[in-house]
């Protein structure tokens, strides 16, 4: 099993629609999620970081985090083409305290 | 303004060359880090160094070495011993917070083999 997995995709959504980028992870003690947002070529881009369980808003994400069902997700409400990208979902271990990235979800919004 | 400079963006390395990518940060962080990304994967750490003069190994650090002999710097090396290096290269660094480090990452490099 991988330490933090993500659909791959490409995820597509209409201009306009809400997506939802899921993440699970295997170490049942990480305390810290972030989310990065990385366009092609570029570097990635921290977006949202969550700590407890629940929603945490920012503008049009929304990242929700599950410890129970080891489960993190960003949702991203009114979906524009300037989202389309990769994002990566980030686990702070708790083994080793290491950072681990997920392979990250490909985004495509369509006008 | 404060940030992560990479260079040099592209690197073409021949057969049994070492090269070097360098970093540098003026964000005033005590913590840099070197990640490979292949296409379709997720970052993978190489070296990590959380204060001047000491750095420790990542999760793929066979053929790289690195070095941080002042805060603001931290090169890595990618030895003729990495018989695979085609990658992105990013630089990251963090002010540590106990486990909720938010790394902020460099431009990247480019590595390709000639």
């Known amino acids: 099993q991988k330490e933090v997995e993500q659909n791959s995709g490409p995820l597509s959504v209409p201009e306009g629609a809400i997506a939802s980028l899921n993440c699970t992870y295997s170490?049942?003690?990480?305390?810290?999620f972030f989310w990065y947002r990385q366009y092609s070529g570029k570097s990635p881009e921290l977006i949202m970081s969550?700590?407890?369980?629940g929603d945490k808003e920012d503008g049009r994400f929304t990242a929700q985090l599950n410890k129970a069902s080891q489960y993190v997700s960003l949702l991203i409400r009114d979906s524009q083409p300037s989202d389309s990208a990769t994002y990566l979902c980030?686990?702070?271990?708790?083994?080793?305290?290491?950072?681990?990235f997920g392979a990250g979800t490909i985004l495509r919004v369509k006008s | 303004d404060g940030g992560i400079t990479q260079s040099p963006k592209y690197l073409f390395r021949k057969e049994g060359q070492n090269v070097t990518l360098s970093c540098e940060q003026n964000?005033?962080?005590?913590?840099m880090y070197w990640y490979r990304q292949d296409p379709g994967q997720g970052l993978r750490l190489i070296y990590y160094?959380?204060?001047?003069?000491?750095?420790q190994k990542g999760d793929i650090a066979e053929g790289y070495s690195v070095s941080r002999e002042k805060k603001e710097s931290f090169p890595l090396t990618v030895t003729s011993a990495q018989k695979n290096p085609t990658a992105f290269y990013l630089c990251?660094?963090?002010?540590?917070?106990?486990?909720?480090?938010?790394?902020?990452f460099g431009s990247g490099t480019q590595l390709s083999v000639l």
């Open positions: 990251a660094s963090s002010f540590p917070s106990g486990g909720n480090e938010k790394l902020f």
């Open positions: 170490d049942r003690g990480s305390q810290s």
């Open positions: 969550i700590y407890s369980n």
């Open positions: 980030a686990v702070n271990m708790e083994y080793g305290n290491k950072l681990v």
């Open positions: 964000l005033n962080h005590d913590a």
């Open positions: 160094s959380q204060i001047v003069n000491d750095f």
